[in-house]
């Protein structure tokens, strides 16, 4: 389908509730585009969407793309599959990355040793990540314990010591992100107070004060990458289907 004068029409899973769609959603929003939310988990049908949207964007979640026993997500799975295999570009955060690898015929599996990567923490960029990711900051917000295979036909945009494949790009553009540059302030402490209980501070997971205290002290990096890089990404679809 061809850009309105109204801009695009972009699809927004979501797999949480409320349906809080972070700086990620703003960017679009604020760029004069449509964000159409969905959420599969919470009953919401994606019967009839494949072809219905200029781009799908895919957020994340408390969920694991490993469980397959759950028909919300054996249902996304295939809906993606579907979509990429129409052409439909597809950017997939955090489990949103993982359901797209799965798509895409790769595997999600839990970290060998079940460690977890929750805080600010740096990437390797690879020499397309150097370009794909330009101007990203220097440490990015991480809450994860699963990991993904890189898949077939895919590039590795990104890693870290514990997690190899961070950001990939697929086709022109596809791309799926392990960390969270949509997550703000308030998102961070619906998850610590939702699931701190979980999280022992050492390692590769930081106490919350910490993640706080560098929260505020990035967020405007952050915000300023986010928000570019998406126009980046919308431009390049809008381009294409002009």
Avoid: K
């Amino acid at each position: 389908m061809s850009p309105s004068r109204d801009g695009l029409s972009i699809l927004a899973i979501v797999h949480h509730e409320p349906a809080d769609v972070g700086r990620a959603g703003a960017a679009v929003t604020a760029l004069g585009h449509r964000l159409d939310i969905v959420q599969p988990l919470a009953g919401g049908s994606l019967a009839g969407q494949v072809g219905r949207h200029d781009a799908v964007l895919v957020f994340g979640g408390v969920a694991s793309a490993r469980e397959d026993g759950e028909p919300g997500l054996r249902s996304e799975i295939a809906f993606l599959e579907r979509v990429v295999a129409a052409g439909v570009p597809v950017l997939g955060i955090c489990l949103g990355a993982q359901l797209l690898a799965r798509a895409l015929g790769a595997a999600v599996w839990r970290h060998p040793e079940a460690l977890l990567e929750v805080g600010f923490h740096p990437l390797d960029l690879t020499p397309a990540g150097r370009d794909a990711l330009a101007g990203l900051p220097p440490l990015v917000y991480q809450w994860h314990e699963d990991g993904f295979d890189l898949p077939d036909g895919a590039e590795r945009l990104a890693s870290s010591p514990l997690f190899p494949n961070q950001a990939f790009r697929y086709g022109a553009a596809t791309f799926g992100l392990q960390f969270h540059p949509e997550v703000d302030r308030h998102q961070m402490a619906s998850w610590i107070e939702g699931s701190g209980h979980r999280l022992v501070p050492g390692g590769a997971v930081h106490h919350p004060d910490r993640q706080f205290e560098e929260a505020g002290r990035l967020a405007p990096l952050q915000n300023a990458w986010l928000a570019d890089w998406i126009g980046r990404w919308l431009g390049t679809i809008a381009s294409r289907l002009a």
